[in-house]
């Protein structure tokens, strides 16, 4: 966050933004731009020093104990073919989905869904990796399209199991090996790395998996939609506004 100067002294004429951090909202000004209400950018004219804050929220995505959202709005990538939940879990898409992908731009924010430790955060920007460098031209990123790209694994417990959550195809990943995440924690962004930048994927999106007492795919991988809190539709899709805590 960008705090306002505390005091321009000599006058003149400033430009103000208050600019708010990933997964946060501009609410108001106080202090001396009380007036200036919830307009984030402006310019003014200065005689006399100054003070004032710009106060953010940040939005946290709906969840109770045990489900949550991974994003603050929620939809199944759709297939290419018919529109209708191309990313749903077992789809066939010639081999088993383990997880369900949650369509979103590049950029937006990803939360926990539980409290737990990350066990794994691989980052091919941060890293310098000798991975296998499959150029594709439908990849912006020069990785191969045959992975996971960016992606992140939290270990956690709940009703005494022991659940990891896979997300892939990160933008960014915001968290280090290691780490006590608290649920709702942003632990990253949607991308379109690894697999999802492939000619089969139908855009951007976040490839949420879960896995029940280990973490092979073919072994544990069940449902994920039984864990979030928003229920989709035949057409995969509910958009709902978790703004209000
Ligand atoms: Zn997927």
């Not at 399209?145 to 990160?170: D, F, P």
Request: charged share 15%; hydrophobic share 35%; net charge negative.
């Amino acid at each position: 966050m960008q705090p306002v100067p505390e005091a321009i002294h000599g006058g003149g004429t400033v430009s103000i933004q208050a600019i708010p951090d990933l997964g946060c909202r501009f609410i108001q000004w106080t202090g001396d731009l009380v007036s200036f209400g919830s307009n984030p950018a402006f310019s003014l004219q200065l005689f006399i020093s100054i003070s004032a804050t710009a106060v953010f929220h940040r939005d946290q995505p709906c969840r109770d104990a045990n489900t949550a959202d991974p994003l603050m709005n929620m939809a199944i990538l759709l297939s290419r073919n018919n529109g209708i939940s191309g990313g749903t879990y077992g789809n066939g898409r010639g081999r088993m989905h383990y997880g369900i992908d949650l369509a979103s731009s590049v950029g937006t924010p990803i939360y926990a869904l539980f409290d737990g430790i990350v066990e794994q955060a691989v980052d091919w920007y941060d890293q310098n990796v000798e991975w296998i460098n499959y150029e594709s031209q439908y990849s912006d990123y020069g990785e191969s399209c045959y992975n996971a790209g960016n992606r992140v694994r939290i270990k956690s417990t709940i009703n005494s199991e022991v659940i990891y959550v896979k997300y892939m195809h990160m933008d960014q990943v915001n968290i280090l090996q290691g780490q006590l995440i608290t649920a709702g924690a942003l632990i990253g962004t949607v991308g379109s790395t690894g697999s999802a930048c492939s000619p089969r994927s139908n855009g951007p999106h976040l490839h949420l998996e879960v896995l029940i007492n280990g973490y092979n795919a073919q072994l544990n991988a069940v449902n994920p939609e039984s864990f979030l809190f928003t229920k989709f539709d035949y057409f995969g899709k509910i958009t709902r506004s978790c703004i209000n805590n």
